[in-house]
Nanobody
Framework: VQLQASGGGLVQAGGSLRLSCAFS????????MAWFRQAPGKEREFVAR????????SYADSVKGRFTISRDAAKNTVYLQMNSLKPEDTAVYYC????????????????WGQGTQVTVSS
């Protein structure tokens, strides 16, 4: 599985961005994709996940109500719509995938895309 993330940038607090992650390669009935982020000096943390065939999302508490993860099966792409952005959302965002439904921790995911920088100015 190969992942290609895009869509990061600089935005003012309260603004919006949409990240995309296109994937190629084999999938499975339990294929899941997730977004993680890593701020400077901090550990990589879970943001959102979607179980592909079930189209079932889950979110970190810190982004619930502001971020939405979705997928386009025809384009093999997962999106992260980020609204009401805050300076504390500033981080490098990574998309990840696994052929199974795994815990939403970094070590559980097998496939990773390159990061895309999101910077939110106050």
């Amino acid at each position: 599985v190969q992942l290609q993330a895009s869509g990061g940038g600089l935005v003012q607090a309260g603004g919006s961005l949409r990240l995309s992650c296109a994937f190629s390669g084999r999938t499975s009935d339990t294929y899941s994709m997730a977004w993680f982020r890593q701020a400077p000096g901090k550990e990589r943390e879970f943001v959102a996940r979607i179980i592909w065939n079930a189209n079932r999302p889950s979110y970190a508490d810190s982004v619930k109500g502001r971020f939405t993860i979705s997928r386009d099966a025809a384009k093999n792409t997962v999106y992260l719509q980020m609204n009401s952005l805050k300076p504390e959302d500033t981080a490098v965002y990574y998309c990840a995938a696994d052929l199974n439904v795994v815990p939403v921790i970094v070590s559980a995911y097998e496939f990773w895309g390159q990061g895309t920088q999101v910077t939110v100015s106050s």
